[in-house]
């Protein structure tokens, strides 16, 4: 009978405001009560004057949003029902919310929550990660750590030092959660890495991460 119940939950979706909310590299953090039997997930729908996929140019400092949690909607046993505090995790950079607000304002009235948004910060550290070199293009076999390390506005990238040419060092800048630099004299600018998880992923899918 257990197995049947779950197999006929639904999902059920509606408004619904936090009792807190926080924000650490670039992820939200909410605490919105709940049952000791349903799951709960959220999402934000983003206010259209701060998506980052809108085509006015207007600035974007605080971003209005509203939050929308889906419960299971499970025939529970009236023990399992007791009313329980759950946090729930949102990944910004998987929403709409500009890269460029500093500040979410969630919901309207007396329920409204202003929560300043905490990204990854990167500058004085190094991430690297390991690579197997298999001999081509004259380089030795064997491991090499493929490391980047950003100090006073600079990334320094060690790649091409496995061809035997010197460090890279490019300007950067964070932006959301992506790391932009730009390099010679036209200053063109590129997607260098993106924040994944307190983790830079390339634009091939290399992971690398942070060295303590």
Do not use: W
């Not at 926080?22 to 919105?32: A, G, M, R």
């Not at 009560?33 to 605080?62: E, H, M, P």
């Amino acid at each position: 009978m257990k197995a049947l119940l779950i197999a006929l939950s639904l999902v059920v979706a509606s408004s619904a405001s936090a009792s807190s909310a926080f924000t650490h590299d670039n992820n939200l953090y909410l605490t919105i009560l709940g049952d000791s039997c349903n799951t709960l997930s959220a999402s934000l729908k983003v206010d259209d004057l701060c998506r980052r996929d809108r085509v006015t140019a207007n600035q974007v400092k605080d971003c209005r949003v509203d939050l929308l949690v889906m419960s299971t909607a499970m025939a529970c046993e009236e023990q399992t029902t007791l009313p329980t505090a759950k946090v729930i995790k949102i990944d910004l950079a998987q929403t709409l919310v500009d890269n460029h607000a500093t500040r979410l304002i969630i919901g309207q009235g007396e329920n409204k929550m202003v929560v300043k948004i905490n990204r990854m910060i990167v500058d004085e550290k190094m991430f690297c990660r390991t690579i197997v070199r298999d001999g081509s293009f004259g380089q030795p076999k064997g491991e090499a750590q493929h490391c980047v390390r950003f100090s006073n506005g600079k990334m320094a990238d060690n790649a091409n030092t496995f061809f035997g040419n010197p460090p890279t060092l490019e300007d950067f800048k964070v932006v959301g959660n992506k790391i932009i630099t730009t390099s010679g004299a036209k200053e063109i600018a590129r997607i260098a890495f993106t924040i994944v998880d307190r983790k830079l992923v390339n634009e091939v899918g290399a992971v690398l991460t942070e060295q303590k």
